[in-house]
Structure formats: structure tokens, C-alpha cells
């Protein structure tokens, strides 16, 4: 459809709205002061992680920490926790991490991708991450090679997510804003799925995975050691 | 609330829950927002609902206390508002600039951009892209401007089911209902009600609720999850809005806690979202402001559950279509105002209503449109004109106490607005109206307060008239009624009349001191 005419009837009439505005006033002539801060407070790397853990559990994220050697122990065993039979990751998690779980491991691709039907009935999904943010307790997702599509990390009940403690934790909104890509579907998850919808009552879980559990990795988990350098500023 | 207005209103009295009914394929329709009472009719009616009244009570006092928790963890908090308000105005000033930046910026990443200059426009377009897709129903994300502009009864019209998705709304669509606030738009109901509407109506709409279904809200919540996951898991259109759009990216924004807004986003094959023009931010960097303060605004919390972003459409994930339709139906109205613009600086976070001690009492539903509460006083009559005894009453739903300009995180100044407006119903002037200046006749009510005010005016101008009139008033107070006759009698429908005293103060001075003047 055609709704050109409509396009130019609305500039037509934003143009005409704003005739106070001097003509020779550019976007950016008028002033934003940028005096907020860039983080709240001054942290060690080892207060920020604490602080994200604690952010996250406010919020009632499970928090669990491990070094890169114990993380296929700790996944194995948080999934036989939950019972977790079948569960799906994204072409790019190491294989190292489920080595030791006794589970199905669905992968999914955009080449073979899960409909949303067969992701509800895989019970748990495992991911990596692009950033975890401490000051709000958030984990960001940007559809990276050991995150996937998006609809993996959303429909099954369970996510775990794995944090690198060495280079993705940054302290604030700010900083996180600076380091994300645009152009990537970004999905940023602070604690379960809740609602307070109902006498504002809290309760987690409603549509997106009721349980979350972050995993904060020592070291570089990662196959290939080209890392860790810490690019926190 | 000064506007005891009777006589003039043609809609139900009744209050607005009432004024929908069954639909034709024993669906219900959604209520609507035509024919509302004036702001007095419809707050005397729901200040008389006790049970309202406590939930309101509740939900606003235990919100408003974990809000004002949240922002003073910030040390900042100050120059992140000054910071938001500085980054809307730049957008509104420069608004034709940014709309076509965004524009280019999403065609850019794939995504198709239509413009709607009113309601029925943006109707219409909505409802073709979904009968291009040969869908006949969508799922939605919680969405105020789709509110505005009545799209599921549009939809319903065209045959095409639209079903919300967010909680509250669900409650909401299931009982017939209207929301009656931002960001929990069910609050007027308790968890015992819930369940019935749960109980008796989610059979008509899809999967049943539960046998046995109890009022406890973790169970009321796995029930809208049943019933909801697969309209979700078959969905093959999703419709929503936009909290943030960023033209030089083009990417959009979605804050939401339940995940039903990413479900929508991420699972169909079209994405079809309805955006009103004023909510373009610049740059990317913009959302470091409002990422910040939104949140802890809004639900209080340092970041709410979900925020999803994303810019046009990806190979291999969430939908191939995606379809931007920017929205006027009056914004640009609004935008002509220069006192009045600052209303589209909102980020709809309703801070402003759980401080309202109006808000409290009358609930949202007396403000007559989606927008409740002190911006939905200044937003409801911009955006419509001056059109009704509602539009002319709202501006007075208010005691101008000023705790909602306090507390909203981009500084808009709602009690100038405000007064604006009411000078604006009294005096009449020049108004644009769909994008004409139109000059508009002061409200009809107010013709007899103007005329009053110069007889006030004439009558301290000549003392001695004055004197007679006291005198006369203090001879004759016995017989003074207790309220007033004629056009006055609105006045007194919300006001003691003062007590006429035996002596007036200028005969008092003159006894006592000696000397008249």
C-alpha cells in the first residue's frame, strides 16, 4: 500500500508545528548534557563480579561460580538437578561443557532450526553470552556463535547461561551500551521471567524460562586460548 | 476537581466496565473508550468502589515506596532526568529530521517502513499486512498506542482475532475490560476476581483454565502460561509497539518482564509494529539515559526481567517481515503547543500516576482513554483536541499538588501543562486540530465562570457597590441556601459555601478603627 501521501502530510505538519524552532538550528544544536556518571561507585573486577552475582540473585537468578576446569562438572550436574533429558545449545558452545552431562544435545542452526514446537519440548537450553552487566544483575545475549537464534534461550523452562568472569563483565548500562552491536538481535535478561501483574504480587516465571541459573567462569572456557585479555576499563 | 459538570454527557453513567457486551461469535469484544463520561461522572462513580479503592490504595503506596528505593541508589539521578528530558526535546525540535533518519535506517536493515497520519489509517494498514499474510489471528505485545487507536476491534471487524499476551491485559481482554493503568493495567481487580474472569472465559478464547483453579497468583500465572503458549507456539503474526526507536541504527526497543513480549518478537514469521512518532530517540547512545531510568521508574526495579532489541530483520532468527507503521493521530497537534509539546517526551512509565493522590482515588478508568493519570490529563486532550465534556474536564482532574512532575524521569512539567490546558478550556484560542490552527470558543460550561469573573472584576472597581453588596449579603445571611441556584450549583456540588459573616472586614476596620474608606 501506499501511504507516501501520509508520509509527506506528517512531515508537513511537524514542520509547521515546530516554527518556533530557529531554521538554523541543527539536531544536535540543541544541548544534552552528558554529567551522569559512566558507572556508580569505583570496583575492583572482583566487586563487580560480586556485585553482578548479588544483583542477579535479587532478582532471583540461581548464581553458581566455577572455574573453566569444573565447568562440565558443575553443568553436568545442575542439569541432572533439574532432570534436564533433552536439552539444545547453539552451534558454537564447546562441546567441553555437556561432555561429561548424560543428556540428549538437540544443537540447533539457523540451517537447522528448531520449530518452536520441537523447542517446547526440549527441557533445558545451555549459552554462552556477550556481556553480563553488575550493576542492574542483567546478562545480555546478542545471537552470537554459542548463543544462537533467540527462540532457543526462550522457550524451553530452563536456561543456563555461562558468564566469563575475565572479559564480559562490565559495570553499567553505559559501558555495556559502548561494547553491544546494533545491528545484532539483543535480548538483555535480568533474573527469570516475573510478573507483578496480579495485586503486584511477584511471581517469577510466566512465558520465558522460569529458571535461570549463571554460571561465573574463571578463566577462559573456551577451546582456542587466544584470550584472556580484560578489556574492562 | 472543580468541574462538576452534569447534563452534557450522552454516555452511560454506569462506569465504563459496563459498556461492553458479547460479541457475534460468542467472543468477546474488547470494550472501548467511546462515549466516556466527563472525568467527574466517571471518578464519582469509581470513588464510591470501596474494594477499588483499597486495590488502588495498595497497589500504588507499595510501588510508590520501592520506586523512590531505587532511584536513590542512583547518585545521579538528577542528570540522568535533566539528561532524558535534554535528549526528548532534542528529538521534538528536530522531529522531521529523525523520522526520516529512521526511516532510512530500518529500510536499511531490511525492515519496511508505512505512515499513518490517524487512527483508521494506521487501522487500515495494520489490518492489509495481516490479510497479506492470509492470517486470521495475531498475537500482541502490551501496547498503549494499539489502545489508542482501537486496533483489535479494527481486526475483530476484518475477522482477524487479536489476543494480548501480557498478563494484565489478558486479564483485562478476557473480562471485557478496559486497562486502568500503564504498567499493571488490571490493578482494579484482585486475585479472586482474576480467577473467576480465568474460570469462566478462557474456554471461549482457547485452552480452558485449570480444574479447580485457585487465586493464589503463582496459579493464576501458569494458567495464563497454558492457556497462551500455543496461541504463542502456532503464532505466525505478532503486532506490537515500541518503548525506544533509534534512527540512527534503526533499532527498536521492548522492555517487558513476563517474556510474552519476546515470544511475540521472536516466534512468528511477520512482526508488524505500531510506533507513535514521538517515540524516536537519536542516537544509540541515547538508550544509556533511559535504559537507566525507565526501569526503576517504572516497576522499580534496576532492570526489568526482559529488554529486547532488535533492527529490521536477521537470516535464521525471529521474523523474516517486519513492518514499522509510525503513527501522528495527533501528535503533531500536540507538537504545535509549545507549553503543551513536552507531553510527548513521556516514556510511559507511570511513576506519576501511582504518586497521584487524584489517580488514587478515582482510578484509571475515570480518565476515559489508555493514558490515566496525570499524563493522561495532559496526553488525552492534546491528542484528541479539546473534543468532549471528557477531553474539557481532564486538564481538572487534578489538585495540582505537583508530586507527578517530581517524580517523572524526564522532567515533564505537568501542572504548567495543566493549567495550560484549563486556560485553554476557559479562554478558547487558536489550537491545531489534525493539522490546521483552528481557533476553538471557550468550553460552554465556562461562559458563565467568565462571566461572573467580570462582574468580580466591575464590582472591586467600584468600591461602593461592594459595600452594598456585603452589607446586603451579612443582613440577609439566614436565608442564603446552601448551595447555589442556576449555573453556580456545579460549584457547590463539590464545596461548602463559606459562612457569609454578621459584619463584613471593610465595616469591621471601619468600626473599630475609626475611619471608613
Known amino acids: 500500500m501506499n501511504t507516501a501521501a501520509s508520509r509527506e502530510r506528517i512531515l508537513g505538519r511537524v514542520r509547521r508545528a515546530l516554527a518556533d524552532v530557529p531554521h538554523d538550528e541543527l539536531p544536535e544544536g540543541h544541548p544534552v548534557a552528558r554529567d551522569y556518571l559512566s558507572t556508580h561507585g569505583q570496583h575492583t573486577p572482583i566487586e563487580s563480579v560480586d556485585l553482578l552475582a548479588r544483583n542477579l540473585t ?149 512465558h520465558g524460562p522460569r529458571t535461570l541459573e549463571v554460571i561465573l567462569v574463571a578463566g577462559d572456557p573456551r577451546p582456542t586460548s587466544a584470550y584472556p585479555f580484560d578489556v574492562r576499563s | 476537581m472543580s468541574s462538576g459538570r452534569k447534563g452534557r454527557h450522552v454516555g452511560s453513567a454506569t462506569g465504563p466496565s459496563d459498556q461492553a457486551d458479547g460479541g457475534s461469535l460468542g467472543r ?13 461522572q466517571a471518578a464519582a462513580v469509581s470513588t464510591r468502589d470501596s474494594r477499588l479503592r483499597s486495590n488502588l490504595r495498595h497497589a500504588t503506596h507499595t510501588i510508590r515506596a520501592k520506586r523512590a528505593q531505587a532511584v536513590a541508589e542512583l547518585a545521579d539521578w538528577d542528570r540522568l532526568r535533566s539528561a532524558g528530558a535534554a535528549i526528548k526535546d532534542r528529538t521534538l525540535r528536530h522531529l522531521d529530521h529523525y523520522l526520516v533518519q529512521l526511516e532510512e535506517s530500518v529500510t536499511r536493515a531490511g525492515g519496511r517502513v508505512h505512515w499513518a497520519a490517524d487512527a483508521a489509517e494506521a487501522n487500515r494498514i495494520v489490518t492489509e499486512l495481516v490479510r497479506a499474510t492470509g492470517e486470521t489471528e495475531v498475537v500482541k505485545v502490551k501496547s498503549m498506542t494499539t489502545q489508542e487507536i482501537g486496533l483489535n476491534e479494527a481486526l475483530e471487524r476484518a475477522g482477524i482475532h487479536a489476543y494480548e499476551t501480557d498478563l494484565a491485559e489478558l486479564i483485562v481482554q478476557l473480562g471485557d475490560d478496559l486497562p486502568s493503568h500503564i504498567l499493571v493495567p ?184 489508555p493514558y490515566p493519570g496525570p499524563i493522561g490529563a495532559i496526553l488525552t ?92 449579603l451579612s443582613r440577609t445571611r439566614g436565608l442564603l441556601p446552601g448551595r447555589l441556584p442556576g449555573p453556580g450549583r456545579a460549584w457547590t456540588d463539590t464545596r461548602e459555601l463559606p459562612d457569609v459573616p454578621a459584619e463584613s472586614f471593610r465595616d469591621w476596620w471601619a468600626r473599630t478603627r475609626g475611619d471608613a474608606t
Open chain 1, 58 to 206: 535479587d532478582y532471583r537468578a540461581l548464581v553458581h561460580r566455577s572455574d573453566e576446569a569444573g565447568l562440565p562438572v558443575l553443568l553436568s550436574r545442575l542439569l541432572a538437578a533439574r532432570g534436564a533429558r533433552r536439552v539444545v545449545v547453539p552451534t558454537g558452545l564447546p562441546d567441553r561443557w555437556l561432555a561429561e552431562a548424560p543428556v540428549d544435545i538437540v544443537t540447533d542452526s539457523a540451517s537447522a532450526a528448531l520449530s518452536p514446537g520441537e523447542l517446547d519440548a526440549i527441557d533445558s537450553v545451555v549459552t554462552g553470552c556477550a556481556l553480563a552487566i553488575a550493576e542492574t544483575g542483567t546478562v545480555v545475549l546478542d545471537a552470537g556463535p554459542d548463543q544462537g537464534r533467540r527462540s532457543i534461550s526462550l522457550v524451553p523452562d530452563h536456561h543456563l547461561c555461562v558468564v566469563r568472569i575475565a572479559d564480559q563483565v562490565v559495570d553499567s548500562v553505559p559501558q555495556a551500551l559502548l561494547r553491544l552491536a546494533p545491528d545484532r538481535p539483543l535480548t538483555w535478561i535480568s533474573g527469570p521471567s516475573a510478573t507483578s501483574d496480579i495485586e503486584l504480587d511477584r511471581v517469577e516465571g510466566v
Open chain 2, 28 to 40: 468477546p469484544h474488547s470494550a472501548t473508550y467511546l462515549g466516556m463520561p466527563a472525568f467527574p
Open chain 2, 186 to 369: 488490571a490493578i482494579h481487580r484482585n486475585r479472586g476476581e482474576i480467577r473467576d474472569i480465568f474460570r469462566d472465559r478462557m474456554a471461549n478464547w482457547g485452552r480452558p483454565a485449570p480444574e479447580g483453579l485457585s487465586d493464589r497468583s503463582a496459579d493464576l500465572a501458569e494458567a495464563a502460561r497454558l492457556h497462551l503458549r500455543e496461541k504463542f507456539l502456532r503464532a505466525k503474526v505478532g503486532v506490537s509497539g515500541a518503548n525506544f526507536m533509534v534512527a540512527e541504527t534503526g533499532t527498536l526497543v521492548i522492555v517487558e518482564s513476563e517474556g510474552n513480549g519476546r515470544m511475540c518478537l521472536t516466534l512468528p514469521e511477520t512482526l508488524i509494529s505500531v510506533v507513535g512518532i514521538e517515540k524516536v530517540v537519536p542516537t544509540w547512545r541515547d538508550l544509556e539515559v533511559f535504559l537507566q531510568t525507565l526501569p526503576r521508574s517504572s516497576t522499580a526495579e534496576r532492570m526489568n526481567p526482559y529488554t529486547s532489541m532488535w533492527t529490521g530483520t536477521t537470516d535464521g532468527d525471529g521474523p523474516r517481515f517486519f513492518h514499522l507503521v509510525l503513527l501522528d493521530n495527533g501528535r503533531t497537534d500536540t507538537l504545535a503547543d509549545q507549553v503543551g509539546r513536552q507531553a510527548l517526551r513521556c516514556i510511559r512509565c507511570s511513576a506519576c500516576l501511582n504518586v497521584c493522590p487524584v489517580y488514587e482515588r478515582a482510578g484509571g478508568h475515570a480518565y476515559g482513554s
Open chain 2, 381 to 472: 486532550p492534546q491528542l484528541r483536541g479539546l473534543a468532549s465534556p471528557l477531553e474539557e474536564s481532564l486538564p481538572y482532574a487534578s489538585s495540582l499538588c505537583g508530586a507527578c512532575f517530581e517524580v517523572c524521569p524526564v522532567a515533564i512539567d505537568i501542572p504548567e501543562v495543566l493549567v495550560h490546558l484549563r486556560e485553554r478550556v476557559v479562554e478558547g484560542g487558536v489550537v491545531t486540530l489534525r493539522g490546521t490552527r483552528t481557533v476553538i470558543k471557550p468550553a460552554r460550561r465556562h461562559r458563565a465562570e467568565r462571566a461572573m469573573m467580570r462582574a468580580a472584576r466591575w464590582t472591586f472597581d467600584h468600591p461602593g457597590a461592594l459595600r452594598h453588596g456585603q452589607r446586603l
